[in-house]
């Protein structure tokens, strides 16, 4: 996966890129499409999933194909957190 990190509007120290993109490679991360796109904007998804060390990332991104450029990215919530859970324990 290739990430642009150019000019991001979130802070990067709190949550380092290294996290965010382990969170992608994560077998069990949730890549999920909003429900509702109808302005005509460009498509951004939603990412959770655990970087190595197990931090939950939560991620807003958008993809070309080739490029991942997240938009937001921050800790998951505990309802994420137990959201990404049930579904893993589904997958398993």
Same mark, same amino acid.
């Given at each position: 996966?290739?990430?642009?990190?150019?000019?991001?509007?979130?802070?990067?120290?709190?949550l380092?890129?290294?996290?965010?993109?382990?969170?992608?490679?994560?077998p069990?991360?949730?890549?999920?499409?909003?429900?509702?796109n109808?302005?005509?904007?460009?498509?951004?998804?939603?990412?959770?999933?655990?970087?190595?060390?197990?931090?939950?990332?939560f991620?807003?991104?958008?993809?070309?194909?080739? !490029?991942?450029?997240?938009?937001?990215?921050?800790?998951?919530?505990?309802?994420?957190h137990?959201?990404?859970? !049930?579904?893993?324990?589904?997958?398993?």
């Amino acid at each position: 996966m290739d990430f642009d990190w150019l000019g991001v509007s979130f802070e990067l120290t709190k949550l380092p890129p290294k996290d965010i993109e382990e969170s992608f490679e994560d077998p069990f991360s949730l890549k999920l499409l909003p429900d509702d796109n109808a302005d005509g904007t460009e498509t951004r998804y939603y990412n959770l999933g655990k970087s190595l060390g197990g931090r939950a990332v939560f991620s807003v991104f958008w993809t070309d194909g080739k !490029r991942y450029r997240v938009i937001f990215a921050r800790d998951m919530t505990n309802a994420e957190h137990d959201f990404f859970e !049930r579904k893993k324990a589904e997958d398993i």
